[in-house]
């Protein structure tokens, strides 16, 4: 029986075939990217992606079925120059020079490749969620097509005992939304209109492990493959953890040593943001990968301290890490300042020019914080001037606030306590575990780290179920933004006991030592 919930929300049938999208759109969108062909790079910059992503929807309905159908179907999330150039020439964007052109308009980094988060970082996201949510729940793209069929039905028989009915080789859209809402997807319902829109096959409206005209399940299987060695990676690093912890280095003890190589970076650069501009990235990447990571770390003298620096950094164990993991205080303050800025001036170059009144290119202290006051900038300024100033030369020129319009902060940056929130997780928390302290444990310091990052807090949101404000609940816990909770700021009685316990078997058996 299909409960209420599902019968509420049960979609609509029918999508607009990508053969069916208007032919005079499409015509529109290509000539205005022939446009930048022929206009400066400092003024075809700013237009690309809009431009791209516009000539994506046209073509082919949306950016994500372009990414997936036309660009990136071998899954890597990123695209090259030749892939670039044979996705656009089958979107009859012809030119070799002017797709290159295209291609280094858009590859801000000067990295070789394209990620979608730099073509519509709000897709990437939501992309990657829903990857990560498949492979989570289900095992193979066979399993997801039976188990989807059925709980689409509410049957939601075990998949052994699926084998016994007949096979599902395609899924329709009502199967496909209804299935996933009842497989406990935790996103909105229009984010999984997006995603069947992007995968269906449009000669028919289905969705099949592999389309004949839209990309279906192709990538499952891919994904899987890195959902498993990442899953392998984690017990890998759980068993490092236990053995030096039992050779007598810590997690405590690592995350002491971050802290000295943190002040380390701040006696030399002034503040984390420009150490991590100037030390830890190239090009104001806003992640770094844990490799370019050792190498920096290695060349400031950490060398043998380098791999216990990155487990410290990188909090979701993903393989890169964000600026936010360094200094989540200092992203904070330029994640204000970033949405600010697009709110009141429309972006980073407007901005700038605004701010530039004497037209010298170049922004001083005063000409900063006289701006940020004028136009009522609620935050303090001169810490903020500092972070921007990436060659601390005492004034700001346009590449050193550019890097800001391709950053997208995350939800907790922008967000204020919410205790409400905080409160209603708590309560939830309870109910599940019927104690903080197997709370705790279960779901929220699962790596006995004595610590749970914004990336562990938002999986036992998940976990829980916990469908309320989740960065307003993180930042009424994580107040002073350390970029961690711990277990006396969910039950400090708890904390105690614990703390106490330990003490007491310290003194016990060490002998006080």
């Keep these: 029986m299909i409960s209420q919930r599902s019968r509420q929300r049960?979609?609509?049938?029918?999508?607009?075939?990508?053969?069916?999208?208007?032919?005079?759109?499409?015509?529109?969108s290509l000539a205005e990217l022939r446009e930048l062909e022929t206009m400066d790079e400092e003024d075809a910059k700013p237009l690309a992606v809009e431009r791209v992503r516009e000539f994506f929807k046209d073509s082919v309905g949306s950016v994500l079925r372009a990414w997936a159908h036309v660009f990136d179907s071998n899954n890597d999330q990123r695209i090259s120059r030749e892939e670039f150039k044979?996705?656009?020439?089958?979107?009859?964007?012809?030119?070799?020079?002017?797709?290159?052109?295209?291609?280094?308009?858009?590859?801000?980094?000067?990295?070789?490749?394209i990620t979608l988060e730099e073509i519509d970082a709000i897709t990437d996201r939501k992309w990657r969620a829903f990857r990560q949510y498949c492979v989570k729940r289900f095992q193979s793209s066979d399993e997801f097509m039976q188990q989807v069929a059925a709980?689409?039905?509410?049957?939601?028989?075990?998949?052994?005992?699926?084998?016994?009915?007949?096979?599902?080789?395609?899924?329709?859209?009502?199967?496909?939304?209804?299935?996933?809402?009842?497989?406990?997807?935790?996103?909105?319902?229009?984010?999984?209109?997006?995603?069947?829109?992007?995968?269906?096959?449009?000669?028919?409206?289905?969705?099949?492990?592999?389309?004949?005209?839209?990309?279906?399940?192709?990538?499952?299987?891919?994904?899987?493959?890195?959902?498993?060695?990442?899953?392998?990676a984690k017990i890998k690093s759980k068993q490092w953890f236990a053995l030096r912890s039992r050779q007598?280095?810590?997690?405590?003890?690592?995350?002491?040593?971050?802290?000295?190589?943190?002040?380390?970076?701040?006696?030399?650069?002034?503040?984390?943001?420009?150490?991590?501009?100037?030390?830890?990235?190239?090009?104001?990447?806003?992640?770094?990968?844990?490799?370019k990571f050792l190498r920096a770390a290695a060349k400031l003298g950490w060398s043998r301290e380098a791999k216990d620096l990155w487990r410290a950094l990188d909090k979701d164990e993903s393989?890169?890490?964000?600026?936010?993991?360094?200094?989540?205080?200092?992203?904070?303050?330029?994640?204000?300042?970033?949405?600010?800025?697009?709110?009141?001036?429309?972006?980073?170059?407007?901005?700038?020019?605004?701010?530039?009144?004497?037209?010298?290119?170049?922004?001083?202290?005063?000409?900063?914080?006289?701006?940020?006051?004028?136009?009522?900038?609620?935050?303090?300024?001169?810490h903020l001037f500092q972070m921007l100033d990436k060659d601390a030369?005492?004034?700001?020129?346009?590449?050193?606030?550019?890097?800001?319009?391709?950053?997208?902060?995350?939800?907790?940056?922008?967000?204020?306590p919410d205790h409400k929130a905080k409160e209603e997780f708590k309560e939830l928390l309870l109910a599940k575990m019927t104690r903080y302290l197997k709370g705790w444990k279960r779901v929220l310091d699962k790596d006995n780290t004595n610590r749970c990052n914004w990336y562990e807090f938002q999986e036992a949101c998940r976990i829980l179920g916990f469908r309320g404000n989740i960065g307003g609940a993180w930042r009424a816990f994580d107040e002073d933004l350390s970029g961690y909770i711990s277990l006396k700021e969910l039950d400090e009685n708890a904390s105690k006991v614990l703390l106490g316990f330990r003490r007491w078997a310290i003194a016990e058996?060490?002998?006080g030592s």
Aim: proline share 4%; hydrophobic share 40%.
């Design 10 to 28: 049960a979609p609509a049938v029918g999508n607009k075939s990508t053969k069916c999208l208007g032919k005079a759109n499409v015509e529109v």
């Design 86 to 113: 044979n996705g656009m020439r089958k979107l009859n964007f012809h030119g070799e020079l002017a797709a290159m052109k295209l291609f280094n308009l858009l590859d801000k980094d000067s990295s070789g490749e």
């Design 151 to 232: 709980l689409a039905l509410a049957t939601e028989e075990p998949f052994e005992d699926m084998k016994k009915k007949p096979r599902v080789e395609a899924l329709s859209k009502v199967e496909f939304m209804l299935g996933l809402i009842n497989s406990g997807w935790p996103g909105e319902d229009k984010e999984l209109e997006e995603m069947w829109a992007a995968l269906r096959d449009a000669t028919d409206d289905m969705l099949r492990p592999y389309g004949r005209d839209g990309p279906g399940l192709a990538w499952f299987g891919i994904e899987m493959r890195r959902f498993n060695r990442k899953k392998a």
């Design 248 to 291: 007598g280095l810590n997690p405590l003890t690592i995350a002491k040593c971050f802290e000295e190589f943190k002040m380390t970076l701040r006696k030399k650069h002034g503040n984390l943001i420009r150490a991590w501009r100037q030390e830890l990235t190239a090009n104001d990447a806003m992640s770094i990968a844990k490799v």
């Design 319 to 382: 393989g890169t890490a964000s600026l936010d993991e360094l200094d989540p205080v200092g992203a904070e303050n330029l994640a204000h300042f970033k949405v600010w800025v697009d709110a009141e001036f429309g972006g980073i170059r407007n901005a700038f020019k605004k701010m530039d009144e004497d037209n010298t290119k170049t922004i001083t202290v005063k000409e900063f914080e006289k701006a940020l006051r004028t136009y009522n900038f609620p935050r303090p300024t001169k």
């Design 393 to 416: 030369n005492g004034k700001l020129e346009m590449d050193d606030l550019i890097f800001l319009e391709k950053w997208q902060p995350l939800e907790f940056l922008l967000v204020t």
């Design 509 to 511: 058996h060490l002998g």
